[in-house]
């Protein structure tokens, strides 16, 4: 995968202006690392767990009817994650320390994204193509495979007979 420079550019003057954060990552809404900035932190780990927090935050945030989530921030005795949705498709999640100036992490955070996210539309190189479309077979590889559902696995299972039966 090809990371747009720009966007690296972008994590690392967001590490410049904000001291107390630990690493960030920019993925895609389905858990997919775009680009990270992050050093001790697993960034496939960080993305995919972001990616299922965001998902769940944003059925939150439509049960109590406020609208389309924009942020979200877990407070840890250690210190803060806090993920940004960053258009429809993606989010930023930073890292930081408990020491950090939470109102300046938001502040810097929602600036980088606003950023990426005009990055990402003038060169979406990080989404991946569409799939090419299979051609239609045809001969006698062409029919159609027998349809498996979990009973019919089971039905070829020798069954333990009962007391009752």
């Not at 299979?134 to 029919?143: A, D, E, F, L, R």
Request: overall charge neutral; glycine content about 8%; some cysteine.
């Amino acid at each position: 995968m090809t990371v747009d420079p720009a966007v690296l550019d972008e994590l690392g003057r967001l590490r410049s202006r904000v001291p107390e954060l630990s690493g960030s990552v920019l993925a895609t809404a389905d858990g997919l690392v775009v680009a990270h900035d992050s050093h001790g932190i697993e960034p496939d780990t960080l993305a995919a767990l972001a990616a299922a927090h965001l998902a769940l935050a944003r059925r939150f945030a439509h049960a109590v009817d406020h609208g389309e989530l924009r942020e979200s921030v877990v407070e840890c005795d250690g210190g803060y994650i806090t993920s940004y949705t960053a258009g429809p498709n993606a989010l930023l999640t930073v890292v930081t320390s408990g020491d950090a100036n939470l109102a300046r992490v938001h502040l810097e955070a929602r600036r980088c994204v606003r950023r990426i996210v005009k990055l990402l539309a003038l060169e979406p190189a990080w989404q991946q193509p569409p799939r090419p479309e299979i051609p239609h077979q045809t001969g006698p590889s062409s029919i159609p495979l027998a349809r498996r559902t979990p009973m019919a696995t089971l039905s070829g299972i020798p069954r333990r007979r009962t007391a009752a039966g």
